[in-house]
Every structure is written in structure tokens, then in C-alpha cells.
């Protein structure tokens, strides 16, 4: 079974930088998706960026500019560079995998809060 664990949230002022991990155990059958949504208390989980399998990678509009998904394949961690921090991106931010024949997997979260 395949386990995906986050790390690296916390707090940081506006302005300030984190940079997240994800270091999977695995690889899902059929993995064609991997990227990082997040969820704000009240709110629905959204997408914030993703791989593709081709390596093509995509942002919300809310995180262009200030946010970098990048993998790395050989230590099968994925990381999400964020920069420019507001107070909106305060979350709990998952990396998941997404595959074909309905297969996924979510990792725990880690929170992210960005306050003064």
C-alpha cells in the first residue's frame, strides 16, 4: 500500500517562504497525476498544482508566480516551493497521487499558517 507523508508546514509571516515535502513509499497503478491541493477551515479542498505524467505541470491562478512543484524521482519525494506567502494561503496542504482505474492516495496534511 502506497503511503504519502507531507512535510515542512508552519508558521511564517506575508511575505516569507516554506517549502514542502512529500516523500511516498510508492507508486499508485495506473499514475498519471501527482500535486498538492489544500483546504481552509470552512472551504472546499482545491487543487493547487500538479505533474502530469509527461512532466507537465499546472497552478491554480491564486498560486502562479509565487508557487514551484517540482519531483524528484530518484528519492520519490515531490515538493512545493512557496513563495511570497499570504495570508490566504493558510491551510492544510496534502500531496496526493491519482491513477488510473479510480486509484488514489492522500497523504495527512501539514498545516500551513501565514500570519503577522
Known amino acids: 500500500q502506497v503511503q504519502l507523508v507531507e512535510s515542512g508546514g508552519g508558521l511564517v509571516q506575508p511575505g516569507g517562504s516554506l517549502r514542502l515535502s512529500c516523500a511516498a513509499s510508492g507508486t499508485i497503478v495506473g499514475l498519471y497525476r501527482t500535486g498538492w491541493y489544500r483546504q481552509a477551515p470552512g472551504k472546499q479542498r482545491e487543487l493547487v498544482a500538479f505533474?502530469?505524467?509527461?512532466?507537465?505541470?499546472n497552478y491554480a491562478d491564486s498560486v502562479k508566480g509565487r508557487f514551484t512543484i517540482s519531483r524528484d524521482n530518484a528519492k520519490n519525494t515531490m515538493y512545493l516551493q512557496m513563495n511570497s506567502l499570504k495570508p490566504e494561503d493558510t491551510a492544510v496542504y496534502y500531496c496526493n497521487q491519482a491513477g488510473t482505474y479510480g486509484s488514489t492516495s492522500w497523504g495527512q496534511g501539514t498545516q500551513v499558517t501565514v500570519s503577522s
Open positions: 505533474i502530469g505524467i509527461g512532466g507537465i505541470t
